[in-house]
T-cell receptor
Framework: GAGVSQSPRYKVAKRGQDVALRCDPISGHVSLFWYQQALGQGPEFLTYFQNEAQLDKSGLPSDRFFAERPEGSVSTLKIQRTQQEDSAVYLC???????????????FGPGTRLTVL | KQEVTQIPAALSVPEGENLVLNCSFTDSAIYNLQWFRQDPGKGLTSLLLIQSSQREQTSGRLNASLDKSSGRSTLYIAASQPGDSATYLCAAAAGTALIFGKGTTLSVSS
């Protein structure tokens, strides 16, 4: 079946522009996660949704970052007034169940590479 | 706060060698531990998930072990091939999200 998809795959923005990144999780998956991966680093958690509810946004680096999942499926990560330090790969992941559970495997999309000039 | 460390950061081996990648974590209260593969410019591919109650998982030439008491996991790759060249990431499931190490970049030469 189809995996997690993300669009666009690449995005170049001028400093100060707003960007929107889209994630389509695996159909029926309850949980959706956003991660940020800087060059040469492991991914770092940004935010978590269980269905349409945003249960954890502790990893969002500033109030310029905003995420939503209004119907419990597709999610959008929005970054306002982009800065150069926002340049990174943004990864989306989904899992079948809610956040707890030792069997809860996360499946990742290909990521969106954001470059802020 | 959970921290995950991977050693070595990079590894180069000739084709056919068996090899071990190491992962350590500071808090043993984890739900599971996942190993991923990441090719350059690509997303993460899940390789193995070890539940907190399990000791190891196997998939083909890959075997991953988990020792919660010592805070360690290892990924064993048998008979390495050039196609195994990639960055391998381990991640501990604690709380809401996965906590990742920085990865081990593996290069297998033919």
């Amino acid at each position: 079946g189809a995996g997690v998809s993300q669009s666009p795959r690449y995005k170049v923005a001028k400093r100060g522009q707003d960007v929107a990144l889209r994630c389509d999780p695996i159909s029926g998956h309850v949980s959706l996660f956003w991660y940020q991966q800087a060059l040469g680093q492991g991914p770092e958690f940004l935010t978590y949704f269980q269905n349409e509810a945003q249960l954890d946004k502790s990893g969002l680096p500033s109030d310029r970052f905003f995420a939503e999942r209004p119907e419990g499926s597709v999610s959008t990560l929005k970054i306002q007034r982009t800065q150069q330090e926002d340049s990174a790969v943004y990864l989306c992941a989904s899992s079948q169940w809610g956040r707890t559970g030792s069997y809860n495997e996360q499946f990742f999309g290909p990521g969106t590479r954001l470059t802020v000039l | 706060k959970q921290e995950v460390t991977q050693i070595p950061a990079a590894l180069s081996v000739p084709e056919g060698e068996n090899l071990v990648l190491n992962c350590s974590f500071t808090d043993s209260a984890i739900y599971n531990l996942q190993w991923f593969r990441q090719d350059p410019g690509k997303g993460l591919t899940s390789l193995l998930l070890i539940q907190s109650s399990q000791r190891e998982q196997t998939s083909g030439r890959l075997n991953a072990s988990l020792d919660k008491s010592s805070g360690r996991s290892t990924l064993y790759i048998a008979a390495s091939q050039p196609g195994d060249s990639a960055t391998y990431l381990c991640a501990a499931a604690a709380g809401t999200a996965l906590i990742f190490g920085k990865g081990t970049t593996l290069s297998v030469s033919s």
